[in-house]
């Protein structure tokens, strides 16, 4: 029997479980097995809105057990940190609880076809600081911490003015590192979030304090991988949102008080998020593939690692040949994690079956940048076209709202979806717009 092991449950891994447990699980042709560190799923690209207090962590999470029982395959809880080729295993480090007891030991677990879907974590770069005071959003817990962090902050300098003390220079005051679509989907998000914040009980704040919320991209334009039109677009909105947009500015440290850049500014933050750059785990440049410099897989155009085989890579781990692109490889994007998803369960299949596996083909559906409740720009039918679409507005909001409720269809299929987002409306109505603790 194949052993497939799928090694992470983000959007790509837990897509490619699904898919492959509906075909090929509960038979004796191949068994499938998914390891991820946590026991929830949430889809990374609403981690901005989970940051801020917009959407429930709740409501909008999977069980992969319960998932794993619904779609016939296994699921264990474990971070891999190795992989031995010859033997054909992956190697797991211990999982701990709070209380610090064991829960999983270190152990070994074989595989015939393994699929590496762990997808990326910021880069810091090695600046100065960044990992003692910054916040990533790499992950759900690191949302979560971010947002009980923020209204920590507001109760703070609430407590501090209705006293008649002096806030601090950095307080209430945002640093986000990077303008990717992380950076600018947050600063929108903040700026909305924090407005409602103090309308939520801290007035005070709002009248005598200057929210401040500031966004520092190296390059010279923000959203750079993307269209210009939208990245001037989207800066136009920060603007009038009043955020503050500093290009060509690098970070050279960060403290408790903020940040300082190459030209000897000081950026005063109570707060700072580094979403600059994405970085792969570290192992994965020492198990005798050929990576870059980023620690990501170099593939061929069927997803199989250069010198393995036997090893696959969905998602961002992998650098994979974009066939008549205009990029020599695949950006690391969602809509490029669900198309191998779909892509690697066919051709699974298609191979137990004795028959060849034909190359992956990326299709640039467009870019959709989210920046708040209803406002939404982007471009789409890129990959169709010489000629881009561009939206904004709501009917731009309805297709990113869209995107994931492909994933959600994907993930609970129709039903529960349907089911799940009726209940999320009439919640919707009992509960405040943002989470107030």
């Avoid at 950076?183 to 304090?209: D, F, I, P, R």
């Avoid at 190459?262 to 580094?274: D, H, K, R």
């Amino acid at each position: 029997m194949e052993k497939i092991v799928i090694v992470g449950g983000g959007a790509a891994g837990l897509e490619l479980a699904i898919k492959l447990g509906r075909k090929l699980g509960g038979t004796d042709i191949a068994e499938i097995l998914l390891l991820d560190k946590e026991r929830i799923h949430f889809w990374k690209p609403h981690l901005h809105e989970l940051a801020t207090g917009s959407i429930s962590l709740d409501s909008h999470c999977a069980d992969y057990l319960s998932l794993a029982r619904e779609n016939n395959f296994s699921f264990y809880e474990a971070e891999v940190n190795g992989i031995d080729r010859e033997k054909k295993v992956v190697r797991v480090k211990p999982n701990f609880d709070e209380n610090g007891r064991e829960l999983t030991p270190t152990c070994e677990i074989p595989y015939s076809k393994l699929v590496l879907a762990i997808g990326s974590k910021s880069n810091d770069f090695g600046v100065f600081g960044a990992k003692e005071f910054s916040f990533s959003l790499d992950s759900f817990n690191d949302a979560v911490s971010f947002q009980k962090n923020l209204v920590n902050a507001f109760l703070r300098a609430s407590a501090m003015i209705n006293q008649g003390k002096k806030l601090g220079e950095e307080q209430l005051k945002i640093a986000i590192v990077g303008a990717g679509a992380t950076g600018v989907e947050l600063a929108s998000e903040l700026s909305n979030a924090m407005h409602t914040l103090a309308a939520y009980g801290y007035k005070a704040v709002e009248k005598q304090c200057e929210l401040q919320i500031t966004v520092i991209e190296a390059s010279e334009r923000i959203l750079k991988n993307l269209p210009e039109g939208i990245s001037e677009k989207v800066n136009s909105i920060l603007r009038k949102r009043g955020v503050k947009v500093l290009k060509n500015s690098n970070v050279t440290r960060v403290s408790e008080k903020g940040l300082s850049l190459s030209t000897g500014e000081f950026i005063p933050a109570e707060l700072v998020v580094w979403a600059a750059g994405i970085k792969c785990a570290s192992f994965l440049s020492g198990i005798g593939l050929e990576t870059n410099e980023l620690n990501q897989i170099i593939t061929n155009t069927k997803l199989q690692s250069i010198g393995d085989k036997n090893i696959y890579t969905v998602g961002d781990c992998g650098c994979v040949p974009w066939i008549d692109g205009p990029l020599p490889f695949v950006p690391p994007r969602a809509q490029a994690a669900s198309q191998q998803a779909k892509y690697l369960s066919d051709q699974f299949q298609s191979e137990l079956n004795g028959k060849e596996s034909k190359p992956w083909r990326y299709i640039d559906f467009g870019s959709l940048v989210s920046l708040g409740r209803y406002s939404t720009v982007g471009s789409l039918m890129a990959g169709f076209s010489n000629k881009a679409f561009f939206l904004e507005g709501v009917f731009a909001k309805f297709m990113y709202v869209m995107l994931y409720k492909m994933h959600e269809y994907s993930v609970r299929g129709f039903f529960k979806t349907l089911l799940l987002n009726i209940s999320r409306g009439f919640f919707s109505q009992t509960k405040s717009r943002i989470k107030l603790h």
